[in-house]
């Protein structure tokens, strides 16, 4: 019901204020990957025929009244980003073009950067195997140029990065501003120190998705690779 959004916006804005008091430095909004802000822009799940479902400006309704009601617990001056899909790779699902729409109505109201990223859990596409070369790495490239040609905001690419030099020539040809990484942490802590350090080698992540099995069964989440070298050293 309507009064049902009206409640997870009123929450979202309660979860900022926590977060700021907390003492993080930021929040992010998690968009993308068929969790619920995404299924509000997504027209494979949100099939309402009131003001929050329709088009993309309506889709986006509910996404922008949270924006608002975080803003307005945070500050303006407390970085809001969020992550949100290119494509939803569903039938039926989100588009670059409506995504690209979203995305611009979110920066004129204020979203201070976005992060972009694609699929969801049930097809497994947000989270790509086997990252074994340049050329499989950064995989949501070519929809993130077109967000950088029309965006103001700082826009950050998610998805099987996994080395230095390919980052750099995709931040100099204009595909993105930043780049974030969650695969490489798990199986290396001290990466961005290792990289700081001069050593530039690509990250040791394998790629092979089995760090989801510890986490799904409950057990946290942890390189599964990693641990068993660690048990034969």
Not at 12 to 35: L, N, S, T, V, Y
Not at 154 to 167: E, H
Request: charged share 25%.
């Amino acid at each position: 019901t309507v009064e049902d959004i009206q409640a997870i916006v009123e929450a979202f804005g309660h979860a900022a204020r926590r977060a700021k008091e907390a003492g993080f430095d930021a929040i992010q909004i998690h968009g993308a990957h068929g969790f619920l802000v995404n299924q509000f822009l997504s027209p494979a799940f949100n099939k309402r025929t009131d003001a929050y479902g329709g088009d993309i400006a309506n889709r986006t309704k509910a996404v922008l009244e949270i924006l608002a009601k975080m803003r307005s617990r945070v500050g303006r001056d407390f970085p809001i980003l969020i992550k949100m899909n290119s494509e939803d790779f569903i039938d039926g699902g989100l588009t670059v073009g409506d995504s690209l729409e979203a995305a611009l109505m979110l920066e004129r109201a204020g979203i201070d950067a976005i992060e972009l990223s694609g699929g969801t859990v049930v097809t497994g596409d947000h989270c790509r195997k086997d990252i074994d070369s340049e050329e499989k790495e950064a995989y949501w490239r070519k929809a993130a140029k077109a967000f950088k040609d029309k965006l103001s905001v700082p826009l950050i690419l998610v998805g099987g990065i996994r080395s230095v030099p390919l980052a750099e020539k995709l931040y100099a040809q204009g595909y993105a501003d930043y780049f974030s990484m969650s695969r490489p942490f798990i199986r290396e802590p001290g990466l961005v120190a290792r990289w700081a350090s001069g050593d530039l080698r690509k990250a040791t992540c394998r790629s092979d998705n089995l760090c989801r099995g510890p986490l799904m069964a409950g057990g946290g989440i942890y390189c599964v690779v990693e641990k068993e070298q660690q048990k034969k050293a």
